[in-house]
């Protein structure tokens, strides 16, 4: 069966308004148990959805017509059906719930513009496993890749616009980070299906492997000697304090004012102590908020001062460095050590892949197009010198998944950066974020827009206003609000319909 026939299958309850005509499989609760709404947004009461996808795009005999099952979140509320907007979230590395809960500035922005709200769950991530559980070990993991992800999403949107009538309405991508890059490469890729993108935080200089190696780190230590020069040159004495009692034989001495649940045994154990730790500084950069978030760990507002703050209050440098550490691993204060190689594994990302079957999904595209060259240097930066080049990423990605990087794929498939052939996308990006050095920083044309969140972290702009907001976001939202109504408007000019043969248009002002 060609795909233009596959459809999504409804259960025999009857469907929402918005559902109405449109089969699909519900699976009910408008959000799981523990999920946390975002803050001071309506509750946009997403129901979520599954789509029979095809296996694989682009080949036409190994899969055949063979599907599995794609999750997305739908939200009608405040849809002007079938005049209204689509905003499409491009799913990144991580459950699709997650996205939804942490993206209120879009549910703010489809009550403005009364616009359908989709979230797409990203192939391998969540519960999108193209081959159950076994998705995401050695051996089945081809078909992930950034085209076949974007295929999905194009696919998946076409049927919705079908089976909605909706077919005229345009159509907006949103993503954060990596789900960024994917919004930008959707408008740069499928221009006839997305009228603009939102790329928030999206690294797609550094991915493609045109950036500075060192930039990252650099960039996290700026974080932090930003808030306290004294804060980073305790870092600093932190892991040189570690390295020579390493040297020195002192193991024990180490794990005990560290914290480790197991003793040091040999250089490999304090190489993974030093990413452990190093890992930490990267998600308190990361997710600086002025306020407390529960996005990539349970953080309190501003954890990077706090973080100094818990440093600098220990009589000890270690010491200090392991309190500073619990803010990331150690949230609830119940762990009594760290086990270094449970809470932090090594991958293909030098920024941390996180652990579970999303981080192995997301070693992979580490390993085959998604380019994360970072080093540390301890000149440029307060940590230790751990280099990661491209030898020892080959080494490690045909040990672990038997595949070969190619470092230059994506600038032959999305272009070397310039974006000059590119049109409607906002580059957004904080100064606090790490991520910021390998996006795009300056405006390209009049509609490739680059804009700086001054005081902002990883796409904060994404996140749901606070009160505790600093003005630079209030004006990016709204200038971003005012490019999107903008490209709405102009792609509702091009969709009208042609007159017919011998009819003349209206003139400006006479009635239908």
Not at 280 to 307: I, Q
Request: hydrophobic fraction near 40%; glycine fraction near 10%; aromatic fraction near 12%.
């Amino acid at each position: 069966m060609g795909p233009q026939h596959r459809h999504m299958v409804h259960p025999g309850a009857g469907p929402s308004v918005l559902l109405l005509g449109l089969a699909l499989l519900s699976l009910g609760a408008s959000q799981p148990s523990g999920s946390l709404p975002a803050q001071h947004s309506a509750d946009p009461e997403f129901q979520e959805y599954h789509f029979e996808q095809l296996l694989d795009h682009f080949n036409f005999e190994s899969f055949g017509n063979k599907t599995f099952r794609q999750r997305f979140l739908v939200s009608d509320k405040f849809w002007r059906q079938p005049e209204g907007p689509i905003f499409f979230y491009t799913g990144n590395e991580g459950d699709v719930w997650g996205f939804a809960n942490n993206s209120g500035f879009l549910v703010e922005l489809a009550q403005q513009q009364e616009a359908l709200l989709v979230f797409a769950e990203h192939r391998y991530y969540g519960k999108s496993l193209p081959f159950g559980a076994r998705s995401t070990q050695r051996g089945y993991l081809q078909l992930l890749t950034v085209e076949q992800a974007l295929a999905d999403f194009a696919v998946l949107l076409q049927a919705l616009q079908r089976d909605l009538g909706a077919q005229d309405s345009p159509v907006i991508a949103f993503g954060g980070s990596y789900g960024g890059m994917l919004s930008a490469y959707m408008r740069m890729k499928y221009p006839h299906l997305v009228a603009g993108a939102l790329a928030a935080s999206a690294p797609v200089i550094a991915v493609t492997g045109l950036g500075d190696s060192y930039q990252f780190f650099r960039d996290v230590t700026a974080d932090f000697y930003g808030q306290s020069p004294r804060c980073a040159q305790g870092v600093r004495d932190a892991f040189q304090q570690i390295r020579d009692l390493f040297l020195q034989g002192a193991y024990d001495q180490i794990s005990q004012e560290f914290g480790t649940c197991q003793s040091l045994l040999g250089p490999g154990d304090l190489t993974q102590l030093f990413m452990f730790a190093r890992n930490a500084f990267t998600v308190l950069a990361m997710m600086d908020y002025p306020y407390p978030t529960d996005f990539l760990a349970h953080l309190p507002a501003n954890p990077v001062k706090v973080g100094c703050d818990r440093l600098l209050s220990e009589a000890q440098r270690i010491t200090g460095l392991r309190a500073l550490a619990g803010l990331v691993y150690n949230a609830s204060g119940t762990e009594h050590c760290y086990d270094i190689y449970q809470l932090y594994h090594s991958c293909a990302d030098p920024t941390g892949c996180g652990t579970g079957s999303d981080a192995q999904a997301w070693d992979y595209q580490a390993c085959t197009e998604i380019n994360l060259m970072f080093n540390s240097n301890n000149v440029t930066d307060m940590f230790p010198a751990l280099p990661f080049t491209e030898e020892l990423r080959q080494q490690y990605c045909l040990g672990t998944w038997g595949v070969w990087p190619r470092p230059h794929w994506l600038q032959a498939s999305f272009g070397h950066g310039d974006l000059k052939a590119a049109s409607n996308i906002i580059f957004s990006n904080g100064d606090l974020d790490p991520w910021a050095g390998g996006g795009v920083q300056k405006s390209v044309s009049k509609s490739v827009v680059a804009v700086t969140i001054r005081g902002g972290a990883h796409h904060l702009d994404l996140r749901a206003s606070h009160p505790a907001d600093p003005v630079s976001v209030l004006e990016v939202r709204k200038l971003e609000a005012s490019l999107i109504w903008e490209w709405v408007k102009a792609a509702r000019c091009e969709q009208q319909p042609a007159p017919r043969e011998g009819q003349l248009p209206p003139h400006r002002g006479q009635q239908d």
